[in-house]
């Protein structure tokens, strides 16, 4: 298995083992809608979409830490993003609004994800995750 660390310089701390079945795809445009960090070495890469570890609770963390709440005037209102639309766990899911942002709890650097309220495009049942952004850490032991 893979592990996700901290991409600044000198800190490099753990912050959660990969599950492979929990990587979702969102657009390119994900990062700079979030105002996300960006590891060096990725962002030169331009790929079309960006992968993310979906992680429903906040205990299957390592190491993290969570910002305060994010303001409106900050991100803006999703609602009117189709864009932002994923599958996970045979449903696929809309992201509503950000709440959080997810940081490095050693360094308190970041943010290396959200932590968002999404919708269930066909149950229309609403649910909180936090969507770890692989570009934004370093990945150790991947394939």
């Given at each position: 298995m893979s592990k996700a660390?901290?991409?600044?310089?000198?800190?490099h701390s753990a912050v959660i083992t990969i599950n492979d079945d929990n990587i979702i795809n969102l657009p390119?445009?994900?990062h700079s809608e979030f105002k996300l960090l960006e590891n060096r070495?990725?962002?030169?890469?331009t790929p079309?979409?960006?992968?993310?570890?979906v992680v429903p609770d906040v205990w299957d963390f390592d190491n993290v830490g969570v910002s305060r709440e994010i303001p409106s005037s900050i991100?803006?209102?999703?609602s009117d993003k189709s864009d932002f639309v994923f599958e996970?766990?045979?449903s696929s899911?809309?992201?509503k609004k950000c709440l959080k942002y997810l940081i490095c709890a050693d360094c308190d650097k970041g943010p290396i994800g959200i932590i968002c309220k999404v919708q269930d495009q066909t149950k229309n049942e609403e649910r909180v995750l936090h969507l770890l952004s692989l570009?934004?850490?370093?990945i150790m032991g991947r394939n």
């Open positions: 660390t901290c991409s600044f310089e000198g800190c390119e445009q994900v070495t990725m962002r030169d890469a079309s979409e960006s992968n993310f570890l991100l803006g209102d999703l996970y766990g045979n899911w809309k992201i570009r934004s850490l370093q």
